[in-house]
């Protein structure tokens, strides 16, 4: 009996074992990378952004109680390429992997000085290493910042977080281990100042604990604020209005900085239809139509004299992300004829922060 039972016993164990290493092989490549036009120290330069894979979003896990493929997030979504952390937990080691792998693929142009700036993001989840997870402890963060200070052109960190995360003890762990020259920013999904939008994102954004992260921001040596603002949320429908809400919200965000003396960049993101989400149900019926790339201009135009008329000396810089990340399918701003030319206008702005059209 045991004997005829041997063979099955056996296929299960291989295939367990091969579908076990598909996953870690999965765990160990990065979810998205891409290089994109910046601004550091007032000259061109170029970023490396890595959306490093995980176990998906924290928040969600924690706020829904529910198995990854059951999570609701009215947003980003990115949970989609994630893993089941079910099936596999990914680890630290895992993630270091990832970012080595990315960092070898583009070290030449690292090395010549091209890219000077990396970024590092994964559902605002990457600076949060008090969570009961295997993913961004200690090890990965201690691995990571030497790996990146080994390369002496690199000269901007920045790491996204959500506000609960960016604790003095996770700030310390990175500035700690990071070459002291390259400054840190930590980059926090702010979306929009207005309060039915962060209702209906159900991010649970708190300004309790967003100040609290300035707070421990200010405290760091050599670190900044980078917050990222939607380009029309569902809220706002004319061309107006959701150009006032980006334009508003950057300059509340900049007001609060200010007090906290914090350098702070403004990073603009036009919407564009993530799958599973409610904006993807809108825009298949009609009632959702995408900001223009004419109106993400004016946006930037707009803040940048606003500040400057206000006296918002705490603003580093404007950066237009025009990144869907592979989540749209195609359903962004750039999916037009025009879109080349106002594409190259925004990568110029990006590098230069000066706009000519
Ligand atoms: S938008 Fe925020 S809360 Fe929603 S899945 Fe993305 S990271 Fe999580």
């Known amino acids: 009996m045991r004997c005829k039972r041997f063979p099955l016993l056996f296929i299960t164990l291989v295939l367990q ?13 990065p979810q998205y990378f891409e290089t994109t036009n910046v601004q550091i120290d007032n000259e061109p330069s170029k970023r490396l952004m890595i959306v490093c894979r995980s176990n998906g979003c924290a928040y969600k896990r924690l706020t829904d109680k529910l198995p990854l493929d059951q999570q609701v997030c009215q947003h980003c979504n990115f949970n989609v390429e994630a893993i089941d952390p079910n ?5 630290s080691e895992d993630q270091l992997a990832q970012l080595t792998l990315t960092l070898e693929k583009f070290r030449t142009q690292i090395e010549n000085g091209e890219i000077r700036e990396i970024t590092l993001l994964s559902s605002g989840n990457v600076l949060n290493n008090t969570a009961k997870s ?14 990146i200070s080994k390369y002496p052109h690199i000269k901007k960190l920045v790491v996204e977080g959500r506000s609960e995360y960016v604790t003095r003890e996770s700030l310390d762990t990175i500035r700690n281990s990071l ?24 991010k649970g954004f708190s300004q309790a604990l967003f100040s609290n992260a300035l707070q421990n921001i200010a405290e760091t040596p050599n670190t900044s604020l980078h917050v990222n603002l939607l380009i029309k949320p569902i809220q706002f429908e004319s061309e107006e209005a959701y150009i006032s809400d980006a334009v508003k919200s950057a300059l509340d965000v900049l007001e609060q900085s200010k007090a906290f003396g914090i350098s702070t960049r403004i990073a603009f993101h036009p919407m564009f239809i993530a799958p599973e989400t409610q904006l993807e149900v809108l825009y298949r019926r009609g009632d959702y139509t995408l900001p223009t790339l004419p109106s993400v201009l004016e946006v930037a135009r707009r803040t940048q004299a606003q500040a400057i008329a206000e006296g918002y000396t705490n603003l580093s810089s404007i950066f237009i992300g025009m990144s869907d990340e592979n989540l749209s399918a195609q359903r962004n701003s750039t999916n037009t004829t025009e ?7 925004i990568q110029h702005f990006n590098a230069t922060q000066e706009l000519s059209e």
């Open 17 to 29: 074992l091969q579908s076990n290493e598909c996953l870690k092989a999965l765990a160990r490549t």
């Open 87 to 91: 099936l596999y937990k990914v680890s």
């Open 134 to 147: 295997t993913e961004f402890g200690t090890d990965f963060w201690i691995g990571a910042t030497q790996l």
């Open 339 to 345: 879109a080349k030319r106002y594409l190259e206008i």
């Open 179 to 202: 070459r002291e020259d390259i400054a840190l920013e930590i980059s926090i999904g702010v979306e929009s100042t207005n309060k039915k939008v962060l209702t209906a994102l159900k």
